[in-house]
């Protein structure tokens, strides 16, 4: 629904004879972080970080799994203080198990401010070199292909991607044909 009244407003913005007066340009801004050395190396860094935090988790996983089991086997052994005792451990330890991952991977967790705290520089490096490459071509608008507008149509000579990769120092010719 969001698309669709983006794409009616630019459809209207377009038919409007203001739009002579303009001149406009896309990124396609995936292919920008795909080759920019530095967030591929940012990138890496996270995944590292969340896999580490994937293999705690699995680990904390495995031992409560084991000593689940090992109740069930020995229950019936157990005296009803002693049973209640493990439960209320296996129970607390599922519980730091959940608070673990929402710790690390929750909407306001560890990797969320991870992401923040490393990609954001390299994401507003790569916002100021489109605002200077627009700016430096005399473009009045620069889109996102990516965004939230759907393309039903986009000239290539309105590309400014290449442009923008250059300007971040990378090298185009290794990618041309992507």
């Known amino acids: 629904m969001k698309k669709l009244f983006g794409l009616g407003i630019v459809l209207i913005w377009m038919s409007s004879p203001v739009l002579a007066q303009h001149k406009i340009a896309y990124i396609d801004s995936d292919k920008i ?26 680990e904390m996983a495995r031992v409560l799994d084991e000593n689940f089991r090992e109740f069930q ?72 292909r990516n965004g939230d507008f759907v393309f039903l149509y986009a000239n290539e000579s309105l590309d400014i991607t290449d442009i923008v990769l250059e300007e971040l120092g990378v090298d185009i010719t290794r990618i041309i044909g992507q």
Do not use: C, M
Request: proline share 3%; no cysteine.
């Open 33 to 58: 972080y795909q080759n920019y050395p530095e967030f591929a190396t940012a990138q890496q860094s996270l995944d590292r970080l969340a896999q580490q935090w994937e293999q705690e988790l699995s």
């Open 73 to 144: 086997a020995r229950e019936l052994l157990l005296t009803l203080e002693s049973r209640q005792e493990r439960q209320n451990e296996i129970i607390a330890a599922e519980e730091e198990l959940e608070r673990k991952r929402i710790q690390y991977f929750g909407p306001e967790g560890q990797l969320f401010h991870q992401q923040e705290q490393i990609l954001r520089p390299i994401q507003e490096r790569v916002l100021a070199v489109i605002q200077e490459v627009a700016e430096g071509e005399g473009y009045d608008y620069v889109f996102d």
